[in-house]
């Protein structure tokens, strides 16, 4: 009988216990997407879930938005962005070739223009900034003077090249938003599974075959720069919102540099967090179970023909090849999370990252070490043997060592390639959403 008894409270045990997981579950969820959702321009009041930690000061100095959804929203949260929301990115275009010290040089004095030019040759071109006492005043006329400078509307990189006043040249970028469905199944991806496809269609498609980022890892962002969503959750509310915020193991995702007055806020480890990790972890669980796309066949038998017939001839013309209908999880992705160079005319100055150099010791009058080009490992080739690659060394006689990254100064196959960007929920996608929405209206 006491036995029993003890066996249903056990049970009772479990189930509560089972439930309060589903209930934290649940409220995790919640609180990811009122994350997501956050207008940051209004603060919480202190004892709301959304507060930051104590002192973190929230969005800024620099942002393109004040929350996730202003820019993820096309045909819901979570989706596409607007091309008026794109991500602006400003780079010195140095001419090919050019020698690593100038390079350097040209960055410093490039310092005036942005102080971001310190530390890359691309620097975001935020939407938004609040100077020391919070006006948004200072910035945006800074802002609005440099960027009158390029063309208003939405041109190739290559094509908006302009000398300014300090005798240098700069380019503009942009980067239109993704939507953010089924990023939870491409972030399960197996890398090994990306790995073999690159094998694949290099032994047998050379003439299209893609390169992977990070040995197949590499697969968000338009240039499969980031590797994992948590990654890139984190990347995007330093980058996007400006908000710091803690950043795995490698410390902390700082805020970008200030180019109105010198830095706002102090870059030290004591600088407070805006997000605790409990709300970053939020958020990413948030993003993650956004779902994937789903295809929708229509009803007509008559129409459904049609629909089988484009999928044949869509695999018969090779467009499978690259947008691979299943990938692991991923059941209708259409990609092959590989980068394709789409040739100069797309090309930027912001570079797809490449694989670490090798060094090999070289006999010369003095012995040096060199960096030399290595292909990633199972990865495929560029079409056009486009594989040049900047990284390089200046090597003096005195075996002195400078390593320069693919996105200094030239204009290599790195800059023209971009990630195969999945198809599923295409219809409802930028630009194809605008254009429907008016179409619709
Ligand atoms: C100003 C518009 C804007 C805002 C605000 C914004 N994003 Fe994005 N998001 C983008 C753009 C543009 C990209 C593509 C960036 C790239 O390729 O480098 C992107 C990419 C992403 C990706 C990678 C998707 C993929 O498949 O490659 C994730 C995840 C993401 N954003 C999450 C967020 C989260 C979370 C927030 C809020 C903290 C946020 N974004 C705020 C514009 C925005």
């Known amino acids: 009988m006491a036995l029993d008894r003890a066996a249903v409270l056990l049970g009772c045990l479990v189930l509560s216990l089972a439930a309060n997981a589903e209930e934290s579950k649940s409220d995790r969820m919640t609180l ?19 507060a930051g930690p104590r002192l973190g000061d929230g969005l800024g100095p620099l942002f393109n938005g004040a929350s996730c959804v202003e820019c993820h929203h096309m045909a819901g949260i979570g989706g596409a962005g607007p091309n008026d929301h794109n991500v602006e990115i400003v780079s010195l275009a140095l001419p090919l070739g050019t020698p690593a010290e100038t390079t350097r040089l040209m960055a410093s004095r490039a310092q005036a223009t942005h102080p971001g030019f310190f530390e890359s040759l691309n620097v975001s071109l935020h939407r938004f900034g609040r100077d020391r ?9 800074y802002r609005r003077r440099l960027r009158d400078m390029f063309p208003a509307e939405l041109r190739p990189a290559t094509e908006t090249g302009q000398t300014f006043g300090d005798g240098m040249r700069y380019q503009l970028a ?5 939507a953010l469905f089924g990023t939870g199944l491409i972030d399960q991806i197996k890398p090994s599974l990306v790995r073999a496809l690159a094998v694949a269609q290099r032994d047998n498609h050379p003439e299209v075959a893609g390169r992977m980022t990070d040995a197949g ?6 240039r499969g720069h980031v590797s994992s969503l948590d990654d890139f959750v984190r990347t995007a509310c330093a980058a996007e919102l400006g908000l ?7 410390g902390v995702h700082d805020q970008p540099a200030w180019p109105v007055d010198g830095p706002i806020k ?6 407070p967090l805006d997000m605790s990790e409990k709300q970053v972890e939020a958020l990413v669980a948030f993003v993650r179970s956004l779902p994937a796309p789903q295809q929708v066949l229509p009803a007509s038998f008559e129409d459904r023909v049609g629909i089988d017939a484009g999928r044949e001839s869509f695999e018969d013309i090779g467009c499978a090849v690259c947008r691979q209908p299943d990938l692991g999880p991923a059941n209708g992705l259409y990609s092959d999370l590989l980068l394709h160079s789409m040739g100069s005319r797309l090309a930027d100055r912001v570079a797809a990252p490449m694989p670490p150099p ?11 070490v060199v960096p030399i080009r290595t292909p990633s490992t199972g990865g495929g080739g560029y079409s056009g043997g486009g594989s040049t690659l900047s990284l390089g060394a200046v090597v003096s006689p005195t075996t002195q060592i400078i390593e320069i990254p693919p996105s200094l100064g030239e204009l290599t196959a790195a800059t023209e390639e971009f990630r195969t960007p999945p198809l599923w929920g295409v219809a409802d996608s930028a630009p194809l959403s605008a254009r429907r929405a008016r179409r619709d209206a």
Do not use: C, I
């Open 133 to 141: 006492a919070g006006s948004m005043r200072t910035y945006d006329d």
């Open 358 to 368: 090798r060094f090999r010791r070289v006999q010369s009058l003095h012995t040096s």
């Open 244 to 250: 710091r915020v803690r950043s795995g193991a490698k």
């Open 174 to 178: 942009q980067r239109s938003t993704p």
């Open 266 to 271: 102090s870059k030290t480890a004591r600088t």
């Open 32 to 50: 990811g997407r009122q994350l997501f959702e956050q207008n940051r321009l209004r603060p919480p009041a202190d004892d709301s879930p959304l």
């Open 217 to 222: 890892a590499g697969r968000f962002g338009w």
